[in-house]
């Protein structure tokens, strides 16, 4: 994730302990701050059920209603919470599918929150009336991620089911009104950009400060949407406007958690904003994002997934490559397998990508960015990843070279030491 409104607008957000090693910044008593990225343990994407109530055009994992699937039972998730805990993970996030229309979804919250773990719900909201929002206030839920790609008719098109945007509309309220945090997550495509304003007035109207803006992956349904997806000039115009608008309410004294995901390049793209706008944040932004390392420490290192069926795969979208089956090995034995070589490449990225990822200046920053869009359209998870949307001459390949971050801040680390 590349939080704009901590990089470009310098805001204090919850996750900056786990993102950038930033003490007093949400941590919890006995959460450690991690001294660096690559130690950190996996925030556990887990598709507790293919079930789901709607039918979303580019869902990365092909559910919906009466799909089958083997999921967990109660008792072997409840082990593997257990193991997750022991193994000392920040985070498990059920996704689905739609997760609450698993029964035992609230059991499986409360055994999650008893160990000790934070909680967090990824949903579209459709299912969250008053009395389901205030039970996940009193499971101590630590966050509720709602999915919404548009306006009105434009998120019911990509939910393809009718009324799905005021439903979600009011799960949010629900959610509000219970007091559970609460945000939204989107995914860019050339059916949605065009509401980046509309989506931005949105939070505004409805006092939503968080809000994490997905680039698209080919994966599952998404397979299907390669036309949909944002050109390189596009994906710069949307980040361009995403960040005048978090400065614009940062400006309006309003306090904002605004982050970009699945292209690390982002984090890159905002330093060179702040090198043409001779901002004096430029240095500390390096510092930063080469801590964090962008996908180096991402998939298969910060991030894990369980899905339906048991197995583990190194994020979410890599759903082509197993790891390993939790019915067979703990997740904490399958995530510490030192001879799995999809993860022994991950965890050394560097000896690995090609082209000109590898020869990019602001590797330390990016790391190579989504190796499984890479693998989805090329096949090779080691090629560039297809979305960087750098020019050459800006990540120093070109004629004219653009500044090195050491040249912004004396000792600050250069890109390829």
């Given at each position: 994730m590349?939080?704009?409104?901590?990089?470009?607008?310098?805001?204090?957000?919850?996750g900056?302990?786990?993102?950038?090693?930033?003490?007093?910044?949400?941590?919890?008593q006995?959460e450690?701050v991690?001294?660096?990225?690559?130690?950190?343990r996996?925030?556990?994407?887990w598709?507790?059920?293919?079930?789901?109530?709607?039918?979303?055009?580019?869902?990365?994992?092909?559910?919906g209603?009466?799909?089958?699937?083997?999921?967990?039972?109660?008792?072997?998730?409840?082990?593997?919470i257990?193991?997750?805990?022991d193994?000392?993970?920040?985070?498990?996030l059920y996704?689905?599918?739609?997760?609450?229309?698993?029964?035992?979804l609230?059991?499986?919250?409360e055994?999650?929150?008893?160990?000790?773990?934070?909680a967090?719900?990824?949903?579209?909201?459709?299912?969250i009336?008053?009395?389901?929002?205030?039970?996940?206030?009193?499971?101590?839920?630590s966050?509720?991620?709602?999915?919404?790609?548009?306006?009105?008719?434009i998120?019911?098109?990509?939910r393809?089911?009718?009324?799905a945007?005021?439903?979600?509309?009011?799960?949010?309220?629900?959610?509000?009104?219970?007091?559970?945090?609460?945000?939204?997550?989107l995914?860019?495509?050339?059916?949605?950009?065009?509401?980046?304003?509309?989506?931005?007035d949105?939070?505004?109207?409805?006092?939503?400060?968080?809000?994490c803006?997905?680039?698209?992956?080919?994966?599952g349904?998404?397979?299907?949407?390669?036309d949909?997806?944002?050109?390189?000039?596009?994906?710069?115009?949307?980040?361009?406007?995403i960040?005048?608008?978090v400065?614009?309410?940062k400006?309006?004294?309003?306090?904002?958690?605004?982050?970009?995901?699945?292209?690390?390049?982002?984090?890159?793209?905002?330093?060179?904003?702040?090198?043409a706008?001779?901002?004096?944040?430029?240095?500390?932004?390096?510092k930063?994002?080469?801590w964090?390392?962008?996908g180096?420490?991402?998939s298969?290192v910060g991030?894990g997934?369980?899905?339906?069926?048991?197995?583990?795969?190194?994020?979410?979208?890599?759903?082509?490559?197993?790891?390993?089956?939790?019915?067979?090995?703990?997740?904490?034995?399958?995530?510490?397998?030192?001879?799995?070589?999809?993860?022994?490449?991950?965890?050394d990225?560097?000896?690995?990508?090609?082209?000109r990822?590898r020869?990019?200046?602001f590797?330390?920053?990016?790391?190579?960015?989504?190796r499984?869009?890479?693998?989805?359209a090329?096949?090779?998870?080691?090629?560039?990843?297809?979305?960087?949307?750098?020019?050459?001459?800006?990540i120093?390949?070109?004629d004219?070279d653009?500044?090195?971050?050491?040249?912004v801040?004396k000792?600050?680390?250069?890109?390829?030491?």
């Open positions: 590349i939080n704009i409104s901590k990089l470009y607008c310098d805001q204090i957000t919850p900056d302990w786990l993102r950038y090693g930033r003490k007093g910044s949400g941590e919890r006995g450690v991690p001294a660096q990225a690559s130690e950190r996996p925030i556990v994407v598709n507790i059920t293919r079930n789901c109530n709607l039918r979303c055009v580019h869902c990365y994992n092909d559910s209603a009466n799909k089958s699937c083997n999921e967990v039972s109660t008792t072997e998730a409840k082990t593997v257990d193991d997750l805990a193994f000392g993970v920040p985070s498990v996704s689905g599918g739609e997760p609450l229309m698993r029964p035992d609230f059991d499986l919250i055994h999650t929150v008893g160990r000790g773990l934070r967090v719900i990824s949903t579209n909201g459709t299912l009336e008053p009395d389901t929002a205030r039970r996940i206030k009193q499971l101590g839920v966050y509720v991620g709602i999915s919404l790609d548009g306006i009105g008719p998120n019911d098109t990509f393809g089911v009718a009324g945007f005021e439903r979600a509309v009011r799960g949010i309220r629900n959610c509000q009104d219970a007091g559970v945090r609460v945000g939204l997550r995914t860019l495509t050339r059916r949605n950009v065009q509401d980046l304003e509309q989506l931005f949105f939070f505004e109207i409805e006092g939503i400060e968080r809000a803006f997905y680039h698209f992956v080919p994966s349904r998404g397979g299907a949407m390669a949909d997806d944002l050109t390189h000039a596009e994906s710069r115009d949307a980040l361009d406007r960040m005048a608008k400065k614009y309410l400006e309006a004294g309003r306090n904002t958690d605004i982050l970009t995901v699945d292209n690390h390049v982002d984090g890159v793209y905002l330093y060179l904003r702040l090198l706008e001779n901002s004096p944040r430029a240095a500390e932004v390096w930063l994002l080469t964090n390392g962008g180096m420490y991402s298969g991030i997934c369980i899905d339906y069926n048991g197995k583990v795969h190194p994020d979410q979208f890599w759903w082509h490559h197993d790891l390993g089956d939790i019915r067979e090995r703990p997740f904490s034995e399958i995530w510490s397998d030192p001879d799995e070589p999809l993860l022994k490449g991950l965890r990225r560097r000896s690995h990508v090609k082209g990822c020869l990019c200046k590797f330390n920053g990016c790391g190579g960015s989504l499984v869009r890479a693998d989805l090329l096949n090779d998870c080691w090629a560039p990843d297809p979305a960087c949307y750098l020019t050459d001459q800006e120093g390949l070109g004219l653009t500044p090195e971050p050491a040249a801040e000792g600050s680390p250069s890109p390829g030491q």
